[in-house]
């Protein structure tokens, strides 16, 4: 009984741990800093820090290997396992099999999407060009392209605060971004995630896959008509 608590306790802390967020930090503006954290402890990945030059090691000369003059005879292949399923399935089977996977991958990435939530985005983008009316052609093409980006990321995924500023520069036609934003992943969620689009693409992908690609088994009457019988 006092091993059975044990074990519970252990994945209990194990479940916990997990449960605590992993939160990723991207600012970028003159340059790009990036950062992870989780708990109390926190990983600056971005700027790298120089590392001091190693020493290069001297090279032993390595002696020539034997070589054999036999040359390995060409084995016979026979059809590969896609193949296999071409012909037993046809046309129509690839079909089907090939839209059952985008189904299924759409249905994967939408449920690893769900696990992350954005804590933070905010946007920022001056445009500038040559003269005014450059300018005002390039804003609007900016403006035709981000706001719909933001639309779909807002909709489909969780944010918490966002700001979205597009203003052009008339004056010095100067380009300047700036991007900050915290993403946010409980690994349980993740995990989660990945486990249940394993199943399902085990069950209803690989297996139909491997059935559909199985060598089929010639009759034993078939086998024997191709047996030439010799005459008298």
Not at 5 to 24: D, N
Not at 148 to 165: E, H
């Amino acid at each position: 009984m006092t091993a059975l608590y044990i074990i519970l306790a252990v994945i209990l802390f194990f479940v916990v741990l997990l449960s605590v967020s992993v939160r990723v930090t991207v600012h970028s503006e003159d340059g790009v800093t990036l950062s992870v954290g989780w708990l109390f402890l926190k990983f600056n990945i971005l700027p790298k820090k120089e590392k001091k030059p190693k020493k290069e090691k001297k090279k032993k000369e390595k002696k020539p290997e034997k070589t054999d003059d036999k040359v390995p005879e060409p084995k016979e292949k026979g059809d590969n396992i896609f193949v296999r399923f071409y012909k037993n399935n046809g046309v129509g089977g690839v079909v089907e099999l090939l839209q059952r996977l985008v189904k299924e991958l759409k249905g994967m990435f939408g449920r690893i999407a769900r696990s992350f939530t954005i804590n933070e985005l905010f946007v920022s983008l001056l445009v500038g060009a040559g003269d005014s009316s450059e300018t005002a052609i390039k804003y609007g093409k900016v403006c035709s392209a981000v706001f719909p980006a933001m639309g779909f990321i807002t909709s489909n995924m969780r944010v918490k605060k966002y700001s979205l500023d597009v203003n052009p520069d008339f004056i010095e036609g100067k380009n300047k971004a700036r991007l900050h934003t915290e993403i946010a992943v409980r690994p349980i969620k993740l995990i989660n995630a990945l486990i249940v689009s394993g199943v399902v693409m085990l069950f209803r992908i690989v297996i139909k896959f491997l059935k559909g690609s199985k060598a089929k088994k010639v009759p034993a009457e078939e086998k024997s008509k191709d047996i030439s019988v010799p005459t008298t």
